[in-house]
């Protein structure tokens, strides 16, 4: 934004729905009325060509009727407008037009009036050349050094430059290497054209060099030139200014003297007549349009740069001397002396906005009242200032971090899942192993009770937009039939990993938790049940005849959170339908941390290997782009040469890249597979870390949310680094002891880590401060330190690393042995599973 902005002196809009570029827009005394106040003339890509003589009656008035002096429909687009000598035997100007297959000279000219309409103004057809080829843009001036005349020079699309004196045509010549146009200009003390070509290199070109050249129509020897390169023109001087270039423009010092400006994309260059850098400047918006002029400071030259942030800026060569805004983004400007006001800026956007400015200010007439004084009481306002804090505080308190809400959502999601399975299953894949896969259906209901908005939004991410405007999430959790995983299966005596669930009730029978689990040889063994997931793995569920206590085993660890899940689930459904409410489950075994640790390096190794194998696959890519450049260049050669075994290093190479290819799709397969290990046994941790703490379910939900950040697993954002500094926050904020602990800057960027030894120490440093006491809460007191009140005989929290060090052997000790401790705990009269097949 501009301290100041562009004075609106006069402005209109053009048309409806016309469109306009930077050569469309000209000023001049077309109708050489002698008085020195230039017309301002516009023409569009929809043919309409319309000449302006603005007169506002006061500052920032709108177009009147009798502004517009001329508007006529030529039918073929307008691609630029120019002002100048270009008919024989007069020195009159006139207007040159130049369509895309056709160049037409006008001249302009008023009748007086006799009523109060105003005088008449006409335009008439002096000459008119049909193009051959498709033109781009032209340039004018005294070709040659001529006197009392301008010459055009048109450039077509296809880099041909076409000479025209006033009404015949002089000749042709192609641009050597041409293959986009681009801007043109013409340099009167030099004699030359000046362009830059699609090599993004300014290049100049004598007159004198273009005119005894050989004749671009006339060019029919070879089968080159017939593609259009034709014989090579001599060019005066090149510079590489290293992008494309937007317009060009060339202003004269004095007689002996002049600047070749060009615009970039990013720069602009002022240059000398010999190619040389007199300055450049890089830009910070990327500009429109842009026209250098003569400075009143001796030897400098002022600069008008438009950009598409609606701005224009003035610069003294290359220091910016003034910034001024504007309503629209200009595409062309220039500067003239209209009514009697001299330097008015001139604008036009692409859209047809016609604006005449100048820069400067207008005074501000408004004067701020005087405030009545009156004293202060800061012993009040002290008080007041501290009654508001306290509210402010104990409103904090009282809703934590998440708002309250205060009625009931206006939308309600739920889902009603199908008690069967589908007769035709709908699982992308059909099987597993020998298993056949089902699906169920699912139905969702959506109630509301007021208007919706942004349905679609509602329809892809279950969120829309309340009555009063404010975005809001629903969220529905249902579940799905276990036998959509699970089948039943064989008991099991023994198993690598064990699971004891203590309740505060009687046991329960298997068979009426599970209905339709109960394999046909365990009519009789109510209290043991087998699973069998998808795949082939097992799990076995045994009850206590006489003690309250439930067994979970099976040989794979991560394959005991579904069913420990489920029979806890099922618990709770059961009491609650017999009246009892004081239901409740514990655990009081070791968190099993060391089986858990070994699922977090195997998915870890798996990321890492997934990055060395990528990274050789890179290597083997670029050597083997390498070998097939080497054999194109052997084979385009025209003296053949061996080819020194390329050949066979190319076929080495290939089934290198295909083998490492096969090797990086059958790692990302087993890091899909482990990370999906790796979330069931996450899950298991923090349901055991729930009933061996007595967790609330917000505190469960904290340590979800913290241990399960992701959906899935990335190269660039893995588990390991996003879960670590979840817990680091955690350690740091509601399970600190210390300011000490509070104080330690976390890192801003995740990256991979080296290795997992600080993840699992972090972890079982978790796991010993929720033994200890801790709790875990994100209210906005949970940086303050928490007193503990600690059981005797425990030790306190580390307050630095040496101390977490201190503690890890300990830690080690609490958490890694619980195999032998889960399988030393003595489960009293649990059946022995006697004729069971293991």
């Known amino acids: 934004m501009s301290l100041f902005k562009a004075r609106n002196w006069w402005s209109t ?45 006061k500052t920032g008035d709108g177009a009147q009727a009798e502004d517009l002096l001329l508007e006529v429909h030529l039918r073929d687009p307008i691609l630029q407008v120019e002002v100048g000598k270009f008919v ?172 070749v400006f060009v615009l970039g994309e990013r720069n602009f260059f002022c240059l000398k007549d010999n190619g040389q850098i007199r300055f450049m400047k890089k830009l910070d918006c990327s500009p429109s349009c842009f026209l250098p002029y003569c400075s009143v400071s001796e030897g400098t030259i002022n600069t008008l740069i438009g950009n598409h942030n609606n701005m224009l800026h003035i610069y003294q060569d290359v220091t910016l001397k003034w910034a001024t805004q504007l309503p629209h983004i200009p595409v062309a400007v220039r500067v003239g002396c209209v009514h009697d ?94 298993d056949l896969v ?7 209901f959506i109630t509301t009770a007021a208007k919706i908005y942004n349905h679609a939004s509602f329809r892809h991410n279950k969120s829309y937009r309340n009555p009063d405007g404010i975005p809001r999430v629903i969220q529905c959790k249902f579940r799905l039939p276990l036998k959509l995983i699970c089948l039943p299966g064989q008991p099991s005596k023994t198993a690598s990993h064990k699971l004891t669930i203590d309740t505060n009730k009687s046991p329960v029978s298997l068979l009426s938790l599970f209905p339709g689990f109960a394999h046909q040889s365990e009519d009789d063994q109510v209290n043991v049940m087998g699973f069998r997931f998808l795949g082939g793995s097992r799990v076995t569920l045994l009850a206590s005849k006489t003690s309250q206590r439930y067994r979970i ?7 005991l959170w579904l069913i420990t899940n489920e029979l806890i689930i099922r618990l709770q459904e059961y009491f609650e339908k017999q009246g009892i409410k004081d239901f409740a489950c514990s655990f009081s075994g070791s968190v099993p941390l060391q089986e858990y640790f070994e699922l977090i390096d195997h998915h870890f190794e798996l990321r890492i290997n997934g990055e060395k194998l990528e990274e050789l696959l890179s290597e083997r ?21 061996p080819l020194q075994h390329l050949d066979t290093l190319l076929d080495g190479t290939y089934k290198q890249v295909i083998a490492l290819a096969d090797a990086v799709e059958e790692n990302q397969d087993n890091l899909f597979q482990s990370f999906t290990k790796l979330r069931s046994a996450t899950h298991l941790v923090i349901l055991l870390i729930g009933l061996w703490q007595k967790l609330s379910p917000d505190q469960v939900a904290i340590l979800e949310a913290a241990f399960l950040p992701l959906q899935q697993d990335t190269q660039e954002l893995g588990w390991e680094e996003t879960v670590d500094a979840a817990i680091s926050h955690l350690l740091k904020t509601c399970l600190s002891k210390s300011s000490k602990e509070q104080a330690l800057s976390l890192s801003s960027q995740l990256n991979i880590p080296k290795d997992t030894s600080r993840l699992k120490k972090h972890i079982a440093l978790l796991c010993d401060r929720l033994a200890k006491g ?18 005797g005989g425990c030790t306190t929290i580390p307050e630095s690393d040496l101390e977490e060090r201190s503690i890890e052997q300990d830690s080690t000790e609490l958490f890694t042995n619980h195999k032998h401790l889960i399988a030393e705990t003595p489960m009293p009269d649990i059946s022995p599973l006697q004729g069971v097949s293991e």
């Open 774 to 791: 801790g709790r875990l809460c994100l209210s906005t007191d949970a940086a303050a330190p928490q007193t503990m009140v600690m059981p």
């Open 438 to 444: 089902p699906s169920v259906t699912v139905k969702p």
């Open 621 to 641: 890519a670029v050597q083997f782009r390498a070998i097939q450049r080497r054999l194109l260049t052997r084979f385009k050669d025209k003296t053949p040469a």
């Open 88 to 259: 024989s035997g007069t020195e009159m100007l006139h207007l040159a037009v130049l369509h895309s297959r056709k160049l037409c000279v006008y001249s302009v000219s008023g009748t007086l009036g006799n009523v109060e309409h105003g005088n008449q103004y006409q335009i008439k057809l002096m000459y008119e050349h049909n193009l051959q080829r498709t033109a781009c843009n032209m340039t004018y001036g005294s070709f040659g050094g001529v006197k009392g005349q301008d010459l055009i020079c048109i450039q077509s699309m296809d880099g041909m430059l076409m000479v025209f004196e006033q009404e015949s045509y002089a000749f042709g010549r192609f641009l050597p290497g041409s293959l986009l146009p681009g801007p043109l200009a013409y340099s009167s003390r030099t004699d030359s054209f000046i362009t830059v070509s699609s090599c993004r290199q300014v290049e100049s070109y004598k007159y004198q060099v273009l005119a005894f050249a050989t004749d671009a129509d006339k060019r029919q020897e070879t089968e080159q030139q017939k593609l259009g390169s034709g014989k090579r023109l001599i060019v005066d001087w090149t510079l590489n200014i290293g992008e494309q270039a937007l317009d060009i423009c060339i202003v004269s010092f004095n007689q002996s003297a002049s600047s």
């Open 553 to 559: 085993q099976s040989e794979q660890f991560e394959d």
């Open 341 to 434: 006001l001299k330097g008015v800026i001139v604008t036009l956007s692409d859209d047809g906005h016609l604006q005449c400015s100048y820069l400067g200010t207008d005074p501000s007439l408004f004067q701020a009242p005087k405030v009545e004084s009156r004293e202060l009481h800061y012993d009040e306002l002290d008080i007041e200032l501290k009654e508001l804090q306290k509210i402010i505080k104990d409103v904090n308190k009282s809703q934590g971090i998440w708002p309250m809400t205060e009625r009931e959502d206006d939308l309600k999601v739920s889902a009603m899942v199908s008690p069967n399975f589908d007769s035709v299953s709908q699982a992308t894949d059909v099987a597993v192993g020998t």
């Open 13 to 57: 809009v053009l048309g409806e729905k016309e469109e306009f570029d930077q050569g469309c827009l000209c000023l001049g005394d077309v109708d050489n009325t002698g008085n020195g106040q230039d017309k301002i003339i516009v023409g569009s890509f929809m043919g309409y060509l319309r000449i302006f003589n603005p007169h506002p009656v």
